[in-house]
């Protein structure tokens, strides 16, 4: 049974700073690419990273590009977002999930297990 738990949202003025982290448990960790999506309430859900199964390849969505940066641990079977200069626009729901391969995917067809998610609001 595959388990993916999110952490580290809140609340935080815009301009700061938020670091999200996902453990995994089920599978072995780094052999599947992981990613970042967020969802706002009646919004289809919004590719945020990605990177590959060995953390070699990442993928961002353009908006996030120069602020937000993907890792992984893979010794501890943990994906990170690090999320600076936040803006109002970034309230959501953020989801972790765990694709089907190991390559960098950015639709979310592509990944098969998600977590529950963590709430992020940004106030200005």
């Known amino acids: 049974q595959v388990q993916l738990v999110e952490s580290g949202g809140g609340l935080v003025q815009a301009g700061g700073s938020l670091r999200l982290s996902c453990t995994a448990s089920g599978r072995p960790f780094s052999n599947y690419a992981m990613g970042w999506f967020r969802q706002a309430p009646g919004k289809v859900r919004e590719f945020v990273a990605v990177i590959s199964g060995s953390g070699g390849s990442t993928s961002y969505a353009d908006s996030m590009k120069s602020r937000f940066t993907i890792s992984r641990g893979n010794a501890k079977s943990t994906l990170y977002l690090q999320m600076n200069r936040l803006k109002p626009e970034g309230t959501d729901v953020y989801y972790c999930?765990?694709?089907?391969?190991?390559?960098?995917?950015?639709?979310?067809?592509?990944?098969?297990?998600w977590g529950q998610g963590t709430q992020v609001t940004v106030s200005s």
């Open positions: 999930a765990q694709a089907y391969g190991s390559r960098v995917q950015i639709a979310s067809v592509e990944y098969l297990y």
